[in-house]
């Protein structure tokens, strides 16, 4: 008998475990590999309470989130801020530099908006977009990871939903690896986050047929994908996408499905979105830029 035989003889055996929970407004899913039930439901729950403690922090729909709690003290000055925080906020504004500006955080005037529209199926007077618009801008947020602090102009509105998804996978990866698994994807929405592959596999299976793919094998890496295929509405016979371009105020008409892989979901979530609202042609320029795989087409 060999030594490695013998050793994959003593080693425990390896099970599939699935578990799905209620977070960010949608289903999160946990599939993981493990030798014990025990262990499985343990690594399960670090990743679900990692999901709910930064749906605190994130979430713009709760009052008393850190981040409303940060954006009604702002004042132009820099304040002390959650590590969590600064960092979500860093990498932000560094995708919207690189982006011209089509991921900005600060949208959020323009997010509200648009989810009203999207309700009533009716666009808002155009007055009222144009003011929303002069409160958004990259520039109005700096996040500065020495200090740990953030500085927000007065009166604006962060809404970090391009980015918190794939930050929240990333993170409850590591608590899930914290309790001794290391074979895992997570999924939120379009987000998915993989550690090692399953046991006797070169990497997790993902889908890339929306663009043209096939199918890939990934491991230690993110894959983000975005566009309208689900969420979109009509009104008054145009499509509009319920991604937001900054430039116009609108949900984006253009029909754009965007997916990406890079090393973390913090990185592949907002440049998925603004793949779709620059365009495929974007993805090239895009892939330099931030070192990530990146694939897009037109829906027509």
């Given at each position: 008998?060999?030594l490695?035989l013998?050793?994959?003889?003593t080693?425990?055996?390896?099970?599939?475990?699935?578990f799905?929970?209620?977070?960010?407004?949608?289903?999160?899913?946990?599939?993981?590999?493990?030798?014990?039930?025990?262990?499985?439901?343990?690594?399960?729950?670090?990743?679900?309470?990692?999901?709910?403690?930064?749906?605190?922090m994130?979430?713009?729909?709760?009052?008393?989130?850190?981040?409303?709690k940060?954006?009604?003290?702002?004042?132009?000055?820099?304040?002390?801020a959650?590590?969590?925080?600064?960092?979500?906020?860093?990498i932000?504004?560094?995708v919207?530099v690189?982006?011209e500006?089509?991921?900005?955080?600060?949208a959020g005037?323009?997010?509200?908006?648009w989810?009203?529209?999207?309700?009533?199926?009716?666009?808002?007077?155009?007055e009222?977009?144009?003011?929303?618009?002069?409160?958004?801008?990259y520039?109005r947020?700096?996040?500065?990871r020495?200090?740990?602090?953030?500085?927000i102009?007065?009166?604006?509105?962060?809404?970090?939903?391009?980015?918190?998804?794939?930050?929240?996978c990333?993170?409850?990866?590591?608590?899930?690896?914290?309790?001794?698994?290391?074979?895992?994807?997570?999924?939120?929405?379009?987000?998915?986050?993989?550690?090692?592959?399953?046991?006797?596999?070169?990497?997790?299976?993902?889908?890339?047929?929306?663009?043209?793919?096939?199918?890939?094998?990934?491991?230690?890496?993110?894959?983000?994908?975005?566009?309208d295929?689900?969420?979109?509405?009509?009104?008054?016979?145009v499509?509009?996408?319920?991604?937001?371009?900054p430039?116009?105020?609108?949900?984006?008409?253009t029909?754009?499905?965007?997916?990406?892989i890079?090393?973390?979901g913090?990185?592949?979530?907002?440049?998925?979105?603004?793949?779709?609202?620059?365009?495929p042609?974007?993805?090239?320029?895009?892939?330099?830029?931030f070192?990530?795989?990146?694939?897009?087409?037109?829906?027509?």
């Open positions: 008998m060999t490695a013998a050793l994959a003889l080693q425990p055996a390896m099970e599939r475990y699935e799905t929970q209620a977070h960010m407004g949608m289903a999160v899913r946990i599939v993981l590999f493990s030798s014990s039930p025990e262990q499985a439901e343990d690594a399960a729950r670090a990743g679900f309470a990692r999901f709910a403690e930064l749906d605190t994130f979430s713009d729909y709760r009052a008393d989130s850190t981040l409303n940060i954006l009604a003290a702002a004042d132009g000055t820099p304040q002390p959650p590590p969590e925080m600064v960092e979500v906020l860093a932000a504004r560094r919207s690189l982006t500006g089509t991921f900005d955080v600060t005037p323009l997010v509200r908006l989810r009203e529209s999207r309700r009533t199926s009716a666009l808002a007077p155009r009222e977009i144009e003011g929303a618009r002069s409160l958004v801008g520039r947020v700096f996040a500065d020495t200090a740990q602090t953030v500085t102009v007065p009166g604006t509105r962060v809404d970090l939903g391009g980015i918190a998804k794939g930050y929240a990333d993170q409850a990866l590591l608590a899930i690896q914290a309790r001794g698994v290391f074979s895992t994807l997570v999924e939120a929405g379009g987000d998915i986050t993989v550690s090692e592959p399953p046991p006797g596999r070169s990497g997790w299976t993902v889908s890339l047929e929306h663009v043209g793919q096939g199918t890939i094998e990934v491991s230690n890496c993110a894959v983000s994908t975005s566009g295929t689900e969420q979109f509405v009509e009104i008054g016979g499509r509009y996408s319920h991604i937001v371009d430039r116009t105020g609108l949900g984006c008409t029909r754009v499905q965007a997916t990406v890079a090393r973390h913090e990185l592949s979530d907002p440049l998925a979105t603004a793949i779709c609202i620059l365009g042609d974007s993805c090239e320029r895009i892939a330099d830029q070192g990530v795989r990146c694939w897009a087409v037109s829906r027509r």
